[in-house]
């Protein structure tokens, strides 16, 4: 490209313009006051091109080779050879104040052993050790301080819903990703708190705002084929108690299952079982034991709530309940539920208990929870009063008439007729 002075205006003023070759694409011109500045430039230039070109060729072939690949990929990465520079000197100084560098995988092994220090949750922490460690596969052995907050974002970016149903290969929601950057931010922060780290990368990741809680309950009308498909079978008559024991006196899956003195290996006496719910007084108690967080209560029952233990009583339902989550998936399959609602029973009796007691301190401490927590967490809070008491008037004699009726008839028809749509469709495509 000849280089050459050119007299032109620039914003209405004369002047003089050379245009060098391009750089990225895109053209290169300047502009002088005078001929003699234009040409002087020109000359600096070739000199410049002189003094690259011959260092250039002094390069062994191979790292003209490397240079041209690395420059590529950081112009590819939309970054400035400057820039990487620059965050590499940053880098290295953050590594020469790490006092006392650590693995990953070390890092969270101290993790685990601090948050087992002060009780959290046994199952809790073996869980979260094993999803931390799933960012760490591949690099277990690397110093934690030499992560980069880019590296974690680009690994939250790629993650896929892995459950099955509607969402099955869709990216992360906001709120799970809320919940592994809380996750990860307290490993960081162990990093920094035994010196084996100086930031917090998940600092540095993109802010995220959390997703307003979306407060469901179950319709009268699923609250019914639920409790009815618990009925319907020997097999699912053991699921009932966990029906009941939700829907009509707010008691947590895991109170109810004794996942806490599970864990604790207590002895039998100390899980929830029938010897804590007395019809006679009308109250279950549920220990410090058996309760999340330690909030024992003393719940007073409804006079449904009587009715629906005093049958679970008579059909022997066991406590802690057996099956559980083979049961529970046989029942939304028997009424074609294809989504509940997590901790769905407990939330609706907080509801529609609200709804009679009207009172959110009174509900809230049969629930073991604050008023303030109620109203945030379970109750829906604007279901109509009529709709509360429905709920309270479902009894084990409205649900025996309700199965001998033609809406449930339909409900298993039509669940059984999706069930078969569905398998002719999983063959189908199997065979393709």
């Not at 591949?138 to 934690?144: F, H, P, T, V």
């Not at 967080?293 to 003393?298: A, F, N, Q, S, V």
């Amino acid at each position: 490209m000849q280089l050459e002075v050119t007299k032109t205006k620039n914003n209405g003023i004369d002047c003089f313009m050379v245009e060098f070759p391009p750089v990225n694409g895109k053209r290169k011109r300047t502009f002088f006051k005078t001929e003699q500045e234009g040409k002087d430039a020109i000359d600096e230039y070739k000199k410049s091109i002189k003094k690259a070109g011959e260092w250039w060729v002094r390069q062994p072939e191979d790292k003209r080779l490397a240079i041209q690949i690395t420059v590529n990929a950081i112009t590819d990465a939309s970054l400035t050879i400057q820039g990487v520079w620059e965050d590499h000197k940053k880098q290295k100084k953050l590594s020469s104040e790490v006092k006392k560098p650590l693995s990953y995988e070390a890092t969270v092994a101290e993790w685990k052993r601090r948050k087992l220090s002060v009780e959290a949750d046994e199952k809790y922490v073996l869980q979260a050790g094993i999803d931390l460690m799933k960012f760490g596969a591949g690099q277990e052995k690397r110093l934690i301080h030499e992560i980069e907050g880019s590296e974690l974002d680009a690994w939250i970016a790629a993650q896929r819903i892995k459950k099955p149903g509607k969402d099955f290969g869709k990216p992360w929601g906001l709120s799970t990703k809320l919940t592994w950057i809380s996750l990860f931010s307290g490993l960081w922060e162990c990093a920094i708190a035994i010196d084996a780290a100086v930031v917090n990368i998940t600092e540095k990741l993109p802010p995220i705002k959390k997703p307003s809680r979306v407060k469901k309950i179950y319709p009268i009308e699923t609250t019914k084929q639920l409790l009815a498909a618990g009925l319907e079978t020997t097999a699912t008559k053991q699921h009932l108690i966990t029906e009941v024991l939700g829907c009509f006196c707010c008691m947590r899956p895991e109170e109810i299952s004794s996942d806490k003195p599970k864990r604790r290996n207590l002895p039998k006496e100390k899980w929830f079982g029938w010897h804590n719910i007395d019809l006679k007084k009308k109250q279950i108690e549920v220990t410090a034991d058996v309760a999340k967080e330690d909030d024992e209560r003393t719940i007073s029952l409804q006079p449904v709530a009587v009715e629906w233990l005093q049958l679970c009583k008579d059909l022997e339902c066991p406590l802690p309940p057996v099956g559980e989550f083979r049961l529970r998936g046989a029942i939304c399959q028997m009424i074609a539920l294809v989504e509940g609602i997590r901790d769905g029973f407990r939330k609706t009796c907080a509801t529609h208990l609200l709804g009679i007691l009207k009172n959110e301190f009174d509900t809230g401490k049969e629930m073991g929870h604050s008023a303030k927590e109620l109203i945030r967490s379970y109750a829906l809070l604007k279901t109509p009063e009529a709709q509360s008491k429905e709920h309270w008037m479902i009894s084990p004699e409205v649900i025996r008439i309700y199965r001998k009726s033609r809406a449930w008839k339909k409900v298993l028809r039509d669940a059984s007729e999706a069930r078969q749509a569905q398998s002719a469709s999983e063959t189908a495509t199997s065979e393709d």
